[in-house]
């Protein structure tokens, strides 16, 4: 594991490293993260905090790699617009909640049909997280 680390590109600080392949993390002064792992297959996923990015993978382990973007907050959701317009289909793994289904709502006004709903694989619980910790 090597790691570089640089200030560019403003206030924004990038950290590349190396696990078997390129990844590419940014946290935004916007308050959200960015994990971008060069897939090139114009896939997103967007998560409501950390946790929930981490379970994701040991959740869903045969679901296809996509770069991951972490809004901390649903707030963060209007100053993620630029990002997400980028990506062919965008995976919501957003609470179950009202605050989680407002932001899903407003991904499809803004996207349409390139936003798909994940948090229907883990109806029952509150989040992915939770979803793990209750399936282990």
């Not at 680390?5 to 993260?33: A, N």
């Not at 100053?79 to 407002?102: M, T």
Request: hydrophobic content about 30%; proline content about 3%.
């Amino acid at each position: 594991r090597d790691a570089q680390e640089s200030r560019g590109l403003g206030d924004v600080y990038k950290r590349q490293m190396r696990y078997g392949t390129d990844f590419l993390s940014l946290y935004l002064p916007q308050g959200y993260y960015l994990y971008h792992e060069w897939t090139g297959n114009g896939q997103g996923y967007v998560f409501e905090g950390f946790m929930d990015f981490l379970s994701f993978e040991p959740a869903f382990p045969l679901w296809t790699k996509g770069d991951c973007l972490v809004l901390n907050s649903v707030s963060n959701l209007p100053k993620a617009f630029s990002f997400l317009s980028r990506y062919d289909d965008i995976y919501s793994c957003l609470d179950n909640d009202a605050a989680g289904n407002n932001t899903v709502m407003a991904m499809r006004e803004k996207y349409g049909s390139r936003v798909h709903d994940l948090s229907q694989e883990y109806v029952g619980y509150k989040d992915l997280n939770e979803y793990l910790c209750r399936k282990r």
